[in-house]
């Protein structure tokens, strides 16, 4: 099972082959930004993937419209849309 850390808070959680770093999150009372509820709209879930972000899946249409339109890096994804295939570390401005 991959295993995804979220590095300022120090905390490191396994999760489902697949599941997203936005249930990651949820699941695990990790605080992260959201006003659609993981709909792949508003884009306040973007994070950055600071390890592993080869272990993710390959941006959607919905993620890269996203991605686009609200500036995001490289190094960035939307978590509600990123499904994990293998250990990654993220981190967010407000953690
Ligand atoms: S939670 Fe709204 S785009 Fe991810």
């Known amino acids: 099972m991959p295993k995804v850390k979220f590095v300022p808070l120090n905390r490191e959680v ?3 082959n697949g ?3 936005f249930k990651a999150a949820r699941v695990n009372g990790v605080p992260i930004g959201s006003s659609c ?3 792949c709209v508003c884009g306040w879930c973007k994070v950055e993937v600071v390890a592993g972000i080869e272990n993710l899946s390959q941006p959607g249409d919905c993620e ?3 991605m686009k339109t609200r500036d995001y890096g490289k190094s960035e994804r939307v978590a509600c ?3 994990v295939f293998g250990d990654v570390s993220i981190t967010t401005g407000y953690w």
């Open 81 to 83: 849309s990123a499904r």
């Open 14 to 16: 396994e999760i489902k």
């Open 37 to 39: 509820r993981g709909d």
């Open 64 to 66: 890269k419209k996203l």
């Open 19 to 21: 599941e997203t770093l």
